[in-house]
């Protein structure tokens, strides 16, 4: 285990709607990714927040939005969901930039 | 737990054989390259790494192979053991964040 969790666990939404996930931190890291994960596919990266700041966003339209909290948690949320937002959306932590991230479970979307 | 394996290309092994996984990356700028292991219903898990500077580097029964002129990876898994059955990516960290390649099946047969 890695200590980082995430919830819920699974989620089932209907075009359009809005969703909130949410990730908690490893102790002692300030630096969260965020990650889409569709079946069959290595994890593509959406954004990152470090100290409560976005430090970095991948190739993801701005209804995908974020949070990081002084306890270094985190929210994705989402808005307008299209079907391909179906995937797993996974968060890791890690400690400045160190490149060994410790990932969540994930949180499995599903939009009808 | 659900698959993430749909559709990956797969290695089949017996147990006690040798592995390899091969990866093929893009950013010339990457300065970080590493290998998870992903088990169904689970998040990636770290395996080990190797810096842009190295050519090789090993863990405890893993190895990772580094061929920069060809941009190239592998990953060596001695002595596979069923518990070894997962996704297994390779990851490059351009600018502090990881992109993925596509995945390896791994299945190891008793």
């Known amino acids: 285990e890695t200590g980082v969790t995430q919830s819920p666990t699974h989620l089932i939404k209907t075009r359009g709607q809005q969703v909130t996930l949410r990730c908690s931190s490893q102790?002692?890291?300030?630096?969260v990714s965020w990650y889409q994960q569709a079946l069959g596919q290595g994890p593509q990266f959406i954004f990152q927040?470090?100290?409560?700041?976005?430090?970095g966003r991948g190739n993801f339209p701005p209804r995908f939005s974020g949070l990081q909290f002084p306890n270094y948690s985190s929210e994705l949320n989402v808005n307008a969901l299209e079907l391909d937002d179906s995937a797993l959306y996974l968060c890791?932590?890690?400690?400045?930039?160190?490149?060994?991230?410790?990932f969540g479970p994930g949180t499995r979307l599903t939009v009808l | 737990g659900e698959s993430v394996g749909l559709h990956l290309p797969t290695l089949s092994v017996q147990e006690g054989d040798n592995s390899i996984i091969n990866c093929a990356y893009s950013?010339?700028?990457?300065?970080?390259f590493i290998w998870y292991k992903q088990e169904s219903g689970k998040g990636p898990q770290f395996i080990i790494d190797?810096?842009?500077?190295?050519d090789k580097r090993q863990g405890q029964r893993v190895t990772v192979l580094l061929n920069k002129t060809v941009k190239h990876l592998s990953l060596q898994i001695a002595a596979t053991q069923p518990g070894d059955s997962a996704v297994y990516f390779c990851?490059?960290?351009?600018?502090?964040?990881?992109?993925f390649g596509k995945g390896t099946m791994l299945l190891v047969s008793p």
């Open positions: 890791a932590t890690h400690r400045d930039s160190y490149n060994e991230q410790f």
């Open positions: 102790s002692g890291h300030n630096t």
């Open positions: 927040y470090y100290r409560e700041e976005e430090n």
């Open positions: 950013n010339s700028a990457s300065d970080y």
């Open positions: 190797i810096r842009s500077n190295m």
């Open positions: 990851a490059e960290t351009p600018a502090g964040t990881l992109t």
